[in-house]
Each structure stands twice: as C-alpha cells, then as structure tokens.
Nanobody, 122 residues
Framework: QAQLVESGGGLVQAGGSLRLSCTASGRTFSRYVMGWFRQVPGKEREFVAATTWTSITNYADSIKGRFTISRDNAKNTVFLQMNSLKPEDTAVYYC????????????????WGQGTQVTVSS
C-alpha cells in the first residue's frame, strides 16, 4: 500500500523557518510529480508548490521567493523549505503525488499524506 508521511511541522515565530519532509513508501515515487498543499479550517485546500521527477518546479504566487520545494529521489522524499514565515502561512500542510502534473496542480492527485500542522505566531 503506497503511503505518504509528512513531518517537520510545528510552531514558529513570524520571520522564522521550517522544513517539511514527505517520505513515500510502498512504491517508487521517483518518476512521480510531488506537491505540497495547505488548508485552513473552513477554506479549500490551496496549492503551494510542486516538482516533477526532473525537478521542474511550480509555486503559488503567495509563497514565491520564500518557499523552496526539492526532492531526493533515492530516498523517496520531497521537502518544502519555508523561510520568512508569516502568520497567514498557518495551515495544515499536505503532501501529494501523482504521475500527472495536472492532477497534482489541480489537487486531484492519487496519493495524499495525512498532513502536518504549521503554526506561525505573530
């Protein structure tokens, strides 16, 4: 059974940094598009960033220049380095994976993690 597990969330002050990790198991995800989404209670899940297996990246405008997505295919892991965090970045962050770039960008990926909470205090 393929599974994505996120880690690295927590509480940080505004201006601080966090690094999220998402490790895949159950199959090889090296050729998959991997992405990050976030969701605040009462709002729709929002695209954050994605990377193809060749490390072509795509970012939401709201986080460009502050967040960086990367991957280690040998370890089946994707990372989200988050710098200059703002209170509005507070959300549950989810990892997603699919063979289709459009599925990841559109939020309809086949595989999702359970999420990790990121809280940014002002």
């Amino acid at each position: 059974q393929a599974q994505l597990v996120e880690s690295g969330g927590g509480l940080v002050q505004a201006g601080g940094s966090l690094r999220l990790s998402c490790t895949a198991s159950g199959r090889t995800f090296s050729r998959y598009v991997m992405g990050w989404f976030r969701q605040v209670p009462g709002k729709e899940r929002e695209f954050v960033a994605a990377t193809t297996w060749t490390s072509i990246t795509n970012y939401a405008d709201s986080i460009k220049g502050r967040f960086t997505i990367s991957r280690d295919n040998a370890k089946n892991t994707v990372f989200l380095q988050m710098n200059s965090l703002k209170p509005e970045d507070t959300a549950v962050y989810y990892c997603a994976a699919d063979t289709s770039t459009w599925a990841v960008l559109g939020g309809t990926a086949d595989y999702w993690g359970q999420g990790t909470q990121v809280t940014v205090s002002s």
